[in-house]
């Protein structure tokens, strides 16, 4: 056999060996990067925007799109945005958000979500402003905004009560679709956290690991992947007492109902507390039983993964993102899969042919254009389709009075605090609808 015929050979066998990525790279033309994300108007902007890209790559819409950006999202680099498209759930607390029944359906089926994860090169900046290491941060991002599908948002009994009374409290909630910061369920990428009653009257926290976190019985409960009676009893604090000197570094002030995690290992962190006790029956008495229930349940969700890039980026540097994000992109769906104790899927739908290799270049012809470059600038220029879903400009938000005070963690707050609350609208057969725009990970 000739020689040129062998090397031939072997880089073709090379060439068909490479892993494709699992996202598609974007690139915007300053309508996202440049959202200020004051209203309700802005979201439907942005949201119509990334569609029109999204569907000119002639990928299949998927249930749940992940999207990271190599820019701040509205001026910050740690607020996120959930965004609802549809919901078939009842029995777990969503009519609270989605009134009046909580359900809804997608005006771009089968679309379920988008989750705007913000600035995937801010990553470091953003793990350490949680004291939180860097490994795994973008898997605990990724699972904390995808929770949000299904809330948390169920209510608990104020008080055992004979049926047929029940008064209920959103105790467990330390703010939109987050767990309290008091809640004691085994920690999960949606709040809460590990508390061990020291027998004295206080209780100390287990720091978490990013790259570990797992969903709790109660959250796969939620999700449709656990029965009631695999749910343990679960707890949480009352009239909690935090150290004096240890703030927040999020909200400021001391630590409430709405912190996040507690991820630092090397500070011990005590409260004084008492716990209450509670059960799956109490979620069920306040909130009606989950339907479709487990045994019904999809166990399977389709998940779109993309890189956003700036219209700023020039070609290597889109190139180095996506060097950064493709294991990270890579591990959203078995991190999913793990934290779900391995009954949840994610079935990933996007595809990227993988980076050029050496061997690609040296037979490749010199005047052909970079493969990357030439797709996100199809992708560009294709961006103007019209077609997305609309949502009428309604809107509650508290975020115009920081943003124009020029602080962007104070706007990145009244984001989280804005919660799923920020807007209702009707539009395509979207009943009050809501978006969750919140600090920094979810």
């Given at each position: 056999m000739r020689p040129i015929l062998v090397l031939s050979l072997l880089l073709v066998s090379a060439i068909a060996q490479a892993d494709p990525r699992v996202f598609v790279t974007l690139q915007d033309d300053g309508t996202i990067e440049n959202h200020a994300l004051k209203t309700q108007s802005d979201l439907n902007t942005i949201h119509k925007k990334l569609l029109a890209l999204y569907k000119a790559t002639g990928e299949p819409i998927p249930e749940i799109l992940s999207v990271w950006?190599?820019?701040?999202?509205?001026?910050?680099d740690v607020s996120t945005i959930f965004d609802p498209f549809s919901n078939d759930v009842t029995g777990i607390g969503l009519q609270t958000a989605y009134p009046p029944q909580g359900v809804f359906k997608s005006s771009t089926?089968?679309?379920?979500?988008?989750?705007?994860?913000?600035?995937?090169?801010?990553?470091?900046?953003?793990?350490?402003?949680?004291?939180?290491?860097?490994?795994?941060?973008?898997?605990?991002?990724?699972?904390?905004?995808?929770?949000?599908?299904?809330g948390p948002a169920i209510q608990v009994p104020i008080a055992p009560l004979p049926a047929g009374?029940?008064?209920t409290t959103a105790e467990l909630i330390g703010f939109s679709?987050?767990?309290?910061?008091?809640?004691?369920?085994?920690?999960?990428?949606?709040?809460?956290?590990?508390?061990?009653?020291?027998?004295?009257?206080?209780?100390?926290?287990?720091?978490?690991?990013?790259?570990?976190?797992?969903?709790?019985?109660?959250?796969?409960y939620l999700m449709g992947l656990a029965k009631p009676a695999e749910v343990l009893p679960f707890g949480v604090l009352e009239n909690a007492v935090p150290p004096p000197k240890v703030g927040d570094p999020l909200w400021g002030g001391p630590y409430a109902a709405r912190s996040f995690p507690w991820f630092d290992s090397s500070t011990p962190f005590t409260v004084h507390a008492t716990r209450r006790s509670l059960t799956i029956d109490d979620v069920v008495q306040a909130n009606g039983a989950r339907a479709p229930d487990a045994d019904n349940a999809p166990k399977s969700w389709q998940l779109g993964i993309v890189l956003l890039v700036s219209q700023n980026d020039a070609p290597d540097a889109i190139a180095a993102a996506q060097q950064l994000f493709d294991p990270l992109a890579s591990a959203c769906a078995p991190a999913f899969h793990a934290a779900t104790q391995a009954r949840g899927t994610l079935e990933v739908v996007t595809y990227d042919p993988a980076p050029a290799t050496d061997a690609d270049a040296a037979t490749s012809d010199a005047d052909a254009?970079?493969?990357?470059a030439a797709e996100v600038l199809a992708a560009a220029d294709a961006g103007t389709d019209?077609?997305?879903?609309?949502?009428?400009?309604?809107a509650k938000s508290g975020c115009t009075a920081a943003r124009a005070a020029g602080d962007p963690l104070a706007f990145g707050l009244?984001?989280?605090?804005?919660?799923?609350?920020?807007?209702q609208r009707r539009a395509r057969n979207r009943p009050a609808t809501a978006r969750s725009c919140e600090h920094p990970a979810s």
């Open positions: 950006t190599t820019f701040s999202l509205g001026g910050t089926p089968p679309l379920h979500s988008i989750l705007f994860h913000n600035n995937v090169l801010a990553l470091a900046s953003r793990a350490s402003l949680q004291n939180a290491p860097l490994d795994g941060f973008a898997n605990y991002l990724f699972l904390l905004e995808l929770s949000h599908n299904w009374q029940t008064p679709f987050h767990w309290s910061f008091w809640m004691d369920a085994g920690g999960s990428p949606a709040g809460g956290n590990v508390w061990t009653d020291n027998g004295d009257g206080t209780f100390t926290v287990t720091a978490a690991d990013p790259k570990n976190m797992r969903y709790s019985m109660l959250d796969l254009p970079d493969a990357a019209a077609e997305a879903a609309a949502a009428a400009p309604t009244l984001l989280v605090a804005v919660g799923v609350r920020i807007g």
